[in-house]
């Protein structure tokens, strides 16, 4: 229990996908400008990740890993090479599949989440994810945790830096250093900000 | 005055194609978002350099390939086939460095699999190959890639210098700078280094382009 509550405040706070691994930032990027639309996206990614963490993981551990074929008779292959083609053909699918289940059961997060989802696909915070979750051997339980609590912190990432943009309109930015130049030393500064809780030992 | 032929090789078609890519069409802040998780590399000159060549090999040969087979693929399953090329290529990059240098792939660990979701690599099959005959789109990809890694090249020449005093893991900064209380910072070698060091890398940029617009 202790493990799994390390891992989520790890992941949610110090290693951040979006601010300690830079995955994720196209669309942080590109979206951050808003903060209605951060949110949305931001529940859209936290949504897709919880899912497709734990389903990638199911995959690695029954088709891929070595020696993971040895309930169909194949002890001695090895197919981990695969893992990133399968993973992207499963984030695609699963998030396919989600916008169907989300469409028929639940209109209104539909209309709210509907534009993202799509998107979301070619984040690289996903396929980033499912990769940190093999190379870190997580097990079952650690993987839902992880996946759901690193979208956690790339959501909180990307709503305060929309709103850390709302304020920075009001501010005296010199002019080579407006636009792009800034979002990255404010995001440089958020960093720092969030490296501060590598001092909360659990 | 310059010589005939170096005149006639700037108004080729490739040599353009080379320029543009490299230069006029290269703002870093473009490049960056292609970079996404790419920055995490830039500790070391070493490691940035074997992810430059990765990347270049995946992009050119990803253009080559998708340049090729442009007149035999159906337009609404592009995307698909895109990416199952680009995927084998950077299969083939990840499984090649796991071979033959061991230690660099632990460095380089998710970030070269990473490659597939690279905006570039498929905006440059999008964008340009599906359009345009195979030894341009050759070209055009291995100037993109090289553009892109020039940009890793500079932060993780000023990271490593800067963060660890060292080049290409050898030290650079001489020892009596250190008995003089000069200090490493230990910042550049964290994420935030990263950040600080595009936006800068972008201000001069725009100080450098807007001067010259203005002459």
């Known amino acids: 229990m202790e493990n799994l509550i390390s891992i989520a405040v790890n992941s949610i706070f110090v290693g951040n996908i979006l601010l300690a691994y830079f995955l994720g930032m196209c669309s942080f990027v590109a979206i951050s400008k808003n903060m209605k639309t951060a949110a949305g996206l931001g529940v859209a990614v936290i949504f897709v990740l919880t899912v497709t963490t734990p389903v990638n993981w199911l995959i690695y551990r029954f088709l891929l890993a070595p020696g993971a074929l040895a309930w169909a008779g194949f002890p001695e292959v090895n197919l981990s090479y695969l893992k990133l083609v399968l993973f992207i053909a499963t984030i695609a699918a699963m998030v396919q599949a989600l916008e169907m289940v989300i469409d028929r059961y ?17 984040n690289c915070a996903i396929l980033g994810v499912s990769l940190f979750m093999v190379e870190r051997a997580y097990t079952f339980p650690e993987t839902a945790v992880f996946g759901a609590s690193s979208g956690m912190g790339w959501a909180l990432a990307i709503i305060a830096m929309s709103a850390i943009q709302k304020k920075l309109r009001y501010a005296d930015v010199p002019e080579g250093l407006q636009g792009f130049a800034i979002n990255m030393i404010t995001t440089g500064l958020m960093a720092i900000g969030f490296m501060l809780f590598a001092g909360i030992s659990m | 005055m310059t010589p005939a032929p170096v005149q006639a090789l700037r108004k080729s078609r490739s040599y353009k194609a080379v320029a543009r890519a490299l230069w006029e069409a290269n703002p870093i802040s473009k490049q960056i978002l292609g970079i996404c998780s790419a920055l995490a590399v830039t500790v070391q000159l070493k490691t940035a350099l074997v992810m430059s060549i990765a990347l270049t090999f995946v992009v050119a040969f990803s253009s080559l390939i998708i340049s090729l087979m442009r007149r035999a ?3 609404n399953i592009r995307i698909m086939v895109e990416v199952s090329v680009i995927a084998t290529l950077v299969i083939l990059a990840d499984e090649f460095l796991r071979a033959f240098m ?3 792939s632990r460095q380089l660990s998710v970030f070269v699999g990473l490659i597939i979701t690279n905006c570039i690599v498929l905006g440059r099959a999008e964008g340009y190959a ?21 940009v890793l090249m500079g932060v993780a020449f000023l990271r490593e210098l800067l963060g660890s005093g060292k080049l290409f893991g050898y030290p650079v900064i001489p020892a009596f700078f250190y008995e003089a209380g000069y200090l490493d910072n230990g910042l550049m ?9 595009i936006g800068l890398f972008v201000w001069l940029e ?3 382009l807007s001067r010259k617009k203005g002459r």
């Open chain 1, 106 to 122: 639940s209109p209104a997060l539909y209309v709210s989440l509907g534009v993202f989802l799509p998107l979301i696909t070619v």
């Open chain 2, 130 to 150: 599906l359009s345009n005959p195979p030894c341009k789109s050759f070209v055009d990809g291995l100037a993109n890639g090289i553009g892109y890694g020039s």
């Open chain 2, 206 to 208: 725009h100080t450098l």
């Open chain 2, 189 to 197: 070698r964290l994420a935030p280094g990263a950040f600080i060091i």
């Open chain 2, 102 to 104: 061991y230690d660099v």
């Open chain 2, 73 to 75: 693929m159906p337009r």
